[in-house]
C-alpha cells in the first residue's frame, strides 16, 4: 500500500501511538492528513472521521487501545488538523467536497473490505463516501451523525451561516490564544469540553492549533469553515443510504441528537442492514461520554 511506512515489529505501546501520515490527492488540491495506529503489515481495517471543529487526534484515546488488533487510520477532514486541502467558501451548500475527499483517500490507498466509522459530520461523510465506493466499504459504524429530514435541511438556507444557531456560535469563536496551554486552561470544563477527559482535550488541542509568526496559537478550522459546515446542508443524505450497500451500526444520542432519521428507522432496519439504537445518558458527544461503548461498536464491526 503506498505511502504507508513503518516498522513491522513493534510494541504493543509502539502500537498505540499514532504515527502521522500524508496522502497526497491528486486533482483535489492537496493531501489530507492522518494518524496512523497498530500493525502496519496487515491491511486498513478501520478508517475513522472526525466531527465538525475537531481532528483526528482529538479520538486518539479511543482508537489507540484497538491497535493490537487492527489496523486504523484516522483522517483530518478538509478545512481541519493538519489537511491542506482548499477551503472555498463562495458558493458551497453541502458536504459532498467532504465525502469525496473520503472516497479519493479509500481509492488512492487501494482499501478494500475497509470499515468506516466517524463522528456528526464525519458519520455523515462516511455514509456519503460509502455510497460512492460501496464496492470498496465492508460496514459503517456512524456515531451520531448528523442526517436531517429533508423540511429540516431546506430550513436551513444553504451557505448562509447566520441561518444556525450553531454556525453563529461557530463564527464567534476565538480564533488565537497566546498558547496551547492558555487554550486548555480556557476549554477545561466549559461547553462542549465538559464531558472530555484532560487527555483528549490536551489531543484535540494539539492539533486543533497551529503555532504564529506572532507567537501566539491559532485555531487550524477557522470559524468560517466550521460554520459554514454547520450551515451547508444540501447534500443528499437519502440518496446516501440507498446507494451504500455496507451494513451500519447508527448510534444516537439520547440527548439532542443530530441524527433525526425518526421517520425512516422502520424502513431501514426492514432492510436487514442498519442497526439502530438510541444510548442512553449521552449527548451528541457520545463518544466522549462513552468511549467503551465506541470502542464495543468498533470492534463488532471489523471482525
Not at 482499501?111 to 455514509?127: E, I, K, P, R
Not at 459504524?141 to 429533508?150: A, K, N, R, S
Not at 464531558?195 to 482535550?201: F, V
Amino acid at each position: 500500500m503506498d505511502g504507508f511506512e513503518g516498522e513491522t515489529a513493534m510494541s504493543q505501546s509502539d502500537l498505540m501511538r499514532p504515527r502521522p501520515q500524508a496522502i497526497p490527492l491528486q486533482g483535489r488540491g492537496g493531501e489530507v492528513a492522518g494518524l496512523e495506529f497498530g500493525p502496519s503489515d496487515r491491511p486498513v481495517d478501520l478508517v475513522f472521521s472526525h466531527a465538525n471543529g475537531f481532528n483526528a487526534r482529538t479520538y486518539r484515546t479511543i482508537l489507540g487501545p484497538l491497535a493490537a488488533d487492527f489496523r486504523i487510520l484516522a483522517l483530518d477532514q478538509r478545512g481541519h488538523g493538519l489537511t491542506r486541502l482548499p477551503t472555498v467558501l463562495e458558493g458551497r451548500n453541502s458536504w459532498a467536497e467532504v465525502a469525496e475527499d473520503l472516497a479519493a483517500v479509500i481509492e488512492a490507498l487501494d482499501l478494500q473490505g475497509v470499515t468506516l466509522a466517524g463522528h456528526s459530520m464525519g458519520g455523515t461523510a462516511s455514509l456519503m463516501a460509502s455510497g460512492q465506493c460501496p464496492e470498496r466499504v465492508k460496514a459503517l459504524v456512524l456515531f451520531d451523525p448528523v442526517i436531517f429530514p429533508p423540511e429540516m435541511a431546506a430550513a436551513l438556507p444553504p451557505g448562509q451561516s447566520g441561518a444556525s444557531p450553531l454556525a453563529q456560535g461557530a463564527l464567534k469563536r476565538r480564533a488565537e490564544f497566546p498558547s496551547k496551554a492558555a487554550v486548555i486552561e480556557s476549554y477545561t470544563g466549559k461547553g462542549a469540553f465538559r464531558s472530555w477527559s484532560p487527555d483528549m482535550l490536551a489531543d484535540y488541542v494539539e492539533d486543533g492549533f497551529h503555532d504564529t509568526p506572532q507567537g501566539t496559537v491559532e485555531l487550524n478550522c477557522a470559524p468560517a469553515w466550521e460554520a459554514s459546515n454547520f450551515s451547508s446542508q444540501g447534500h443528499d443524505t437519502a440518496a446516501a443510504f440507498e446507494q451504500s450497500r455496507a451494513p451500519a451500526h447508527i448510534l444516537k444520542a439520547e440527548m439532542g441528537s443530530t441524527c433525526r432519521i425518526e421517520a425512516r428507522e422502520a424502513e431501514l432496519i426492514a432492510t436487514g442492514r442498519y442497526q439502530i439504537e438510541t444510548v442512553a445518558g449521552t449527548s451528541h458527544f457520545l463518544p466522549m461520554e462513552r468511549p467503551d461503548l465506541v470502542r464495543q461498536a468498533l470492534i463488532a464491526a471489523m471482525i
